[in-house]
């Protein structure tokens, strides 16, 4: 069972940047893809990034492509989102999400992580 912990949110002004991290443990995370996930107040959660398990292919949202990195280390086992040029519509509850490196569906996720930018 992988187990999944977020940490790094705040609140930040906006054009600020904040870096979340994801911790790991329980499971294979060398062959496991890893994603960000976030889910504004009122709204569905949505898809943020994702990197492949071989950290060889990463995807974006088109939103938060060229402000936001996702990154790993493997050796550490983590997982991090860093967010530039944040914006107030960036508010949300950021989630790390991980799933099997052939499987569709994200299988385990985090508890989330709140991220509120003020105008």
């Known amino acids: 069972q992988v187990q999944l912990v977020e940490s790094g949110g705040g609140l930040v002004q906006a054009g600020g940047s904040l870096r979340l991290s994801c911790a790991a443990s329980?499971?294979?995370?060398?062959?496991?893809?890893m994603g960000w996930f976030r889910q504004a107040p009122g709204k569905e959660r949505e898809f943020v990034a994702a990197?492949?398990?071989?950290?060889?292919?990463?995807s974006y949202a088109d939103s938060v492509r060229g402000r936001f990195t996702i990154s790993r280390d493997s050796a550490k086992n983590l997982v991090y989102l860093q967010m530039n040029s944040l914006k107030p519509e960036d508010t949300a509850v950021y989630y790390c999400?991980?799933?099997?490196?052939?499987?569709?569906?994200?299988?385990?996720w985090g508890q989330g992580a709140q991220v509120t930018v003020s105008s």
């Open positions: 999400a991980a799933r099997n490196a052939r499987s569709v569906t994200w299988q385990y």
């Open positions: 329980g499971g294979t995370f060398s062959s496991s893809d």
């Open positions: 990197t492949s398990w071989s950290a060889a292919v990463t």
